[in-house]
């Protein structure tokens, strides 16, 4: 198991969030304009990766910058490209959400694109934690906790879940139509089957 930290150019996660974080990772990734909030963190990744636009550099980097300058690929894609060179198992993202909303949803897209590469990916901010999980999902969270599911590819068939307060039997939620959010988990384990498409969690802290 060797868990990377990815720290993007969205919005700041608090510092407190994002020390706790690194506390926990083997190796850290600035995606680009990440590097700038990790300085602003007194924090040093091991590498920054991106077509450094966004990165103000000061010549004197105790770590390596990797420039890449393709633009069919995005800063995320190019921090997780790398992190799999690493050998990461366990990805937390940092700063992928918030600021500009096509930017979020692009990398919702990327957290699909890399989904099979590793054994997880999350990605973390102050209000909670997001994830595409596999049918059968299983985990224990706290009684009261506010969790939601969404479509991502569109339209997610044969739903049943277990554990939470509005339960789902053989359902479909489609984007447009109908939606998960804002249920509430009643009891352990909660358990979330599907049958078809691509199924986004979000667990608010």
Same mark, same amino acid.
């Given at each position: 198991?060797?868990?990377?930290?990815?720290?993007?150019?969205?919005?700041?996660?608090?510092?407190?969030?994002?020390?706790?974080?690194?506390?926990?990772?083997?190796?850290?990734?600035?995606?680009?304009?990440?590097?700038?909030?990790?300085?602003?963190?007194?924090?040093?990744?091991?590498?920054?990766?991106?077509?450094?636009?966004?990165?103000?550099?000061?010549?004197?980097?105790?770590?390596? +910058? %990797?420039?890449?300058?393709?633009?069919?690929?995005?800063? @995320?894609?190019?921090?997780? &490209?790398? /992190?799999?060179?690493?050998? =990461?198992?366990?990805?937390?993202?940092?700063?992928?959400?918030?600021?500009?909303?096509?930017?979020?949803?692009?990398?919702?897209?990327?957290?699909?694109?890399?989904?099979?590469?590793?054994?997880? +990916? %999350?990605?973390?901010?102050?209000?909670?934690?997001?994830? @595409?999980?596999?049918?059968? &999902?299983? /985990?224990?969270?706290?009684? =009261?906790?506010?969790?939601?599911?969404?479509?991502?590819?569109?339209?997610?068939?044969?739903?049943?879940?277990?554990?939470?307060?509005?339960?789902?039997?053989?359902?479909?939620?489609?984007?447009?139509?109908?939606?998960?959010?804002?249920?509430?988990?009643?009891?352990?384990?909660?358990?979330?089957?599907?049958?078809?498409?691509?199924?986004?969690?979000?667990?608010?802290?």
């Amino acid at each position: 198991m060797k868990e990377i930290l990815i720290l993007c150019n969205g919005r700041p996660p608090a510092e407190a969030l994002f020390h706790k974080v690194r506390a926990k990772a083997d190796y850290f990734i600035a995606a680009d304009g990440g590097g700038n909030i990790a300085r602003n963190f007194n924090a040093t990744p091991d590498v920054i990766v991106g077509d450094m636009d966004s990165y103000e550099a000061s010549g004197k980097e105790p770590f390596e +910058i %990797i420039l890449q300058e393709n633009q069919d690929t995005n800063d @995320l894609e190019k921090a997780l &490209f790398h /992190a799999h060179k690493q050998g =990461g198992t366990h990805i937390r993202v940092l700063g992928a959400t918030g600021l500009r909303l096509d930017q979020t949803l692009k990398n919702l897209s990327v957290l699909k694109q890399f989904h099979e590469d590793f054994e997880s +990916i %999350i990605f973390k901010d102050d209000f909670g934690e997001i994830q @595409l999980i596999d049918s059968p &999902f299983k /985990a224990s969270f706290s009684i =009261g906790s506010t969790l939601s599911i969404f479509p991502l590819s569109g339209i997610v068939s044969g739903i049943v879940t277990q554990g939470l307060k509005f339960p789902l039997r053989e359902e479909k939620l489609q984007n447009g139509v109908r939606d998960g959010t804002s249920n509430e988990v009643v009891e352990n384990p909660v358990t979330i089957t599907y049958k078809t498409g691509d199924l986004l969690l979000f667990v608010a802290d």
